[in-house]
């Protein structure tokens, strides 16, 4: 079974401090994905890697950078956190390709800045 | 634990077949229930529901909540090869923690395949 993992559950951070959201994945996947999702917004990809060292903007990648240094973690960095950054952030991974790829999620950071 | 199971796994049906896709799920605090239909990079935002018996339709696709039963159903009618894709069920459980905003457990999709 797949699973998905996320460092932290619950975060709390102020206004200008570097986050970083760490994700790990077990089955080998090649595609990673960083969501958040804020309600009535639905989820809106930040940035997303298909391979090791590889990363591509999603919707709303301002504010944000990733890092993929080993195929089994993608990283989340918030540079200068802000208070609308306050969300719930999830990550996926999916085996390949992108068109009907089943993406597995994590349970969900929920990041609060204030 | 708080867990959503959605079924079936994977259907293939012919264009104009109904389909209906269903979600369980077993969650404490229980806020909002959604549904997601996943093509390319983003799943895309379909349904919110919070309220039982109350029916959310768009063209034709269609879905319902049961939260005596807990449970949802998606359905397609007079389905298209457009409207092949992973369906995402979710469900947001109220948190104590960040004010309006709880945690949101997904389950493991339903892929749908419609033949021309």
């Known amino acids: 079974d797949v699973k998905v993992t996320q460092s932290s559950r619950y975060l709390v951070k102020r206004t200008g401090e570097k986050v970083f959201l760490e994700c790990v994945q077990d089955?080998?996947?090649?595609?990673m994905f960083w969501y958040r999702q804020d309600p009535g917004l639905g989820l809106r990809l930040i940035y997303f890697?298909?391979?090791?060292?590889?990363?591509e903007k999603g919707d709303i990648p301002e504010g944000y950078s990733v890092s993929r240094e080993k195929k089994e973690r993608f990283s989340l960095i918030l540079e200068s956190a802000s208070t609308n950054q306050t969300s719930m952030y999830l990550c996926?991974?999916?085996?390949?390709?992108?068109?009907?790829?089943?993406?597995?999620f994590g349970p969900g950071t929920r990041l609060l800045v204030l | 634990e708080d867990k959503v199971v959605q079924s079936p796994l994977s259907l293939v049906v012919h264009e104009g077949d109904t389909v209906t896709l269903n979600c369980s799920y077993e969650?404490?605090?229980?806020?909002?229930l959604l549904w997601y239909k996943q093509e390319k990079k983003a799943p895309t935002f379909l349904f919110m529901l919070?309220?039982?018996?109350i029916e959310k339709k768009s063209g034709r696709l269609s879905s319902i909540l049961d939260k005596k039963e807990l449970f949802s159903i998606l359905n397609i009618t007079a389905t298209q090869t457009g409207d092949s894709a992973v369906y995402l069920c979710?469900?947001?459980?109220?948190?104590?923690?960040?004010?309006?905003?709880?945690?949101?457990?997904f389950g493991k999709g339903t892929k749908l395949s419609v033949k021309p």
């Open positions: 996926a991974s999916s085996l390949r390709g992108w068109y009907q790829e089943t993406q597995y």
């Open positions: 089955m080998d996947h090649e595609n």
């Open positions: 890697s298909y391979d090791v060292k590889m990363k």
């Open positions: 969650v404490t605090n229980f806020r909002s």
């Open positions: 919070t309220s039982s018996g």
């Open positions: 979710a469900v947001e459980a109220r948190g104590n923690y960040g004010g309006s905003q709880g945690n949101l457990i």
